[in-house]
């Protein structure tokens, strides 16, 4: 035992670890348990450490999959850095709560940047289906996030979208 561990912390590790998976829904839903369990109820969900490329890129990525769909109450990239403000005209705007989605993930550059690398490490193909939804639903809320980010990815999937 670590005195100085927080679950902020080994929730970062976590990702960094091999044997982290993540394979189905039921996993993900366990994950986001324990931290409820260990945090309470009117705590967010830590999103920063998946918003940066982790070791363990597979488990990340199944993360962020079952992530996207997920209430806000559950999961909220609302709280990042950079978040898209709402723009006034744009289908979305007269409701800031759901910009970006509901939990915000497509209104987050962060989000989008992180998938953007993970598309060329993990898995493209997966990634790529991942945008199918708000490729549709928020057209305009992700052409403007991802005119936000800071691509460090070599450029592939942001010149697709």
Not at 57 to 75: C, H, M, R, S, W
């Amino acid at each position: 035992c670590v005195p100085e561990a927080t679950w902020d912390k080994v929730f970062e590790i976590l990702f960094d670890m091999d044997e982290l998976q993540l394979p189905t829904k039921h996993c993900f839903e366990a994950l986001l348990a324990a931290d409820r369990a260990v945090r309470g109820e009117d705590e967010q969900f830590p999103t920063d450490p998946v918003l940066r490329l982790r070791l363990n890129t597979t488990a990340q990525l199944q993360f962020l999959k079952y992530a996207v769909g997920k209430e806000p109450a559950a999961i909220s990239f609302g709280h990042s850095e950079r978040l898209l403000e709402p723009v006034p005209g744009l289908p979305g705007a007269e409701d800031p709560t759901t910009v970006g989605g509901q939990n915000h993930c497509w209104a987050c550059p962060k989000f989008l940047e992180v998938l953007f690398l993970l598309a060329e490490v993990e898995d493209y193909g997966a990634v790529r289906e991942m945008f199918e939804d708000p490729l549709t639903a928020h057209p305009e809320v992700l052409l403007l996030t991802i005119c936000q980010c800071k691509d460090d990815s070599s450029g592939a999937l942001r010149a697709e979208l």
